[in-house]
């Protein structure tokens, strides 16, 4: 059985040690501003595209700018798959 405080401890420790190339085809990578709470879905077949396979997932929030009110303060979280959408 999984508790509820690991899944958000194994959330956070992949989201702080993974790269691009770990989190494509297994999760969905989502910024999320600071300022607004305004979440956006990102491109992770985009990013490798641009930074490359192994650029450190953390890093990524560097470069974000919020799309809704423009604040340069985001973080980057992975979300964890729809188990409903892939056993259906």
């Known amino acids: 059985m999984l ?8 959330v956070y420790h992949l989201t702080m040690t993974a790269t691009l190339a770990h989190v494509q085809a297994r999760y969905t990578l989502l910024a999320i501003c600071d300022k607004c709470a305004n979440t956006v879905e990102l491109d992770v077949d985009g990013l490798i595209g641009t930074l490359g396979p192994d650029h450190p997932v953390p890093a990524i929030k560097r470069r974000l700018r919020c ?3 423009g604040s340069g303060s985001c973080g980057v979280q992975l979300a964890l798959p729809d188990l409903q959408r892939q056993s259906g």
């Open 67 to 69: 799309t809704r009110c």
């Open 3 to 10: 508790y509820l405080c690991s899944v958000h401890f194994l």
